[in-house]
């Protein structure tokens, strides 16, 4: 049984890392009209009002998405963050900031008429709020497994193909299968490119996907990790927040380097990004 549900934990500093992670692929791959099939493995509901009482239980947006917001004049310049919150600004009805939305949103925003968007959620909860968001005519839901969905319908009907696997890790065994399908993708579609977000808890579990994305042979996987506290000063929880990114575009490292760096500073003294190639090419 699913127990999960983002809304607890939408627009946390999580979130924001894996947003602007995706947003920054998307940008570029908007650069060129070649069609893309976007694939969202786990997309939760599409968007989160933050007056919600789940939301509100925990106020997690408190230290994420509210802070950029509190800065969005001051981060306008940034390349990457001026477009970004531009973009979240478009969500609200009034400059308070009352939603955040969610990968699929995102996703949409780059969806054009060439290309398709298909959409995994399992929690029947979930489904039904992401059955009312408004999606592109392209967009398919599906109320199914995302991982096998997803390796069920490779190769894509389109020249490009960019895939989120973003999970709950509910199931322990997740953090493996989520290499095993990173593999299953990399060997189908050679220049996919797949962002994989996973936490960073004091058991150390994310280790089960690094080394299992190390042992699987797959190249070109740049790693980043934006942390909220030192690992230590946590015992249990979320201290951080980590994305894989596979065969990242040209430039998005150091793109992606630069914001979080603002990122960091929004987020308190104790928050810290690092990066690295993972496996190199
Ligand atoms: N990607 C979303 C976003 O960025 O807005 C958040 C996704 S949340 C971290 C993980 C979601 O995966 C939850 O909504 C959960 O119900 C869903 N889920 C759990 N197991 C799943 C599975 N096997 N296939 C598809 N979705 C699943």
Redesign the pocket.
């Known amino acids: 049984m699913?127990a999960?549900q983002?809304a607890y934990h939408a627009g946390n500093f999580a979130?924001v890392h894996?947003?602007l992670s995706l947003f920054a692929v998307l940008r570029h791959l908007l650069r060129k009209p070649s069609p893309v099939t976007y694939v969202?493995?786990?997309?939760?509901r599409g968007l989160y009002p933050l007056d919600a009482e789940e939301t509100q239980r925990l106020k997690e947006y408190r230290h994420g998405v509210a802070s950029l917001w509190a800065a969005r004049e001051r981060l306008a310049d940034d390349p990457l963050l001026g477009p970004w919150c531009e973009r979240l600004g478009a969500v609200q009805a009034s400059p308070r900031l009352s939603h955040y939305p969610?990968?699929p949103w995102w996703l949409s925003q780059a969806c054009r008429a060439q290309d398709r968007l298909d959409l995994?959620?399992?929690?029947p909860s979930?489904v039904s709020h992401l059955e009312t968001q408004a999606l592109p005519d392209q967009a398919r839901r599906f109320h199914a497994?995302?991982?096998s969905g997803l390796r069920a319908s490779l190769p894509p009907a389109t020249p490009r193909l960019c895939v989120?696997i973003?999970?709950?890790y509910e199931i322990k065994q997740e953090y493996v299968d989520v290499a095993t399908t990173l593999q299953a993708v990399s060997a189908k579609v050679r220049h996919a490119i797949v962002l994989i977000w996973y936490p960073l808890l004091p058991s150390g579990r994310h280790h089960d996907l690094l080394d299992a994305v190390r042992r699987s042979g797959v190249r070109k996987v740049w790693r980043s990790e934006l942390l909220q506290h030192p690992p230590g000063d946590v015992t249990h929880g979320m201290y951080g927040s980590g994305m894989l990114i596979f065969n990242p575009p040209w430039g998005v490292d150091t793109q992606l380097d630069d914001s979080l760096s603002h990122v960091v500073r929004c987020l308190g003294d104790a928050a810290t990004h690092t990066s690295q190639w993972w496996v190199e090419e």
Do not use: N
């Open positions: 699913l999960y983002h979130d894996k947003h969202d493995t786990h997309a939760g969610g990968s995994y959620e399992l929690h979930e497994d995302g991982l989120l973003d999970p709950s």
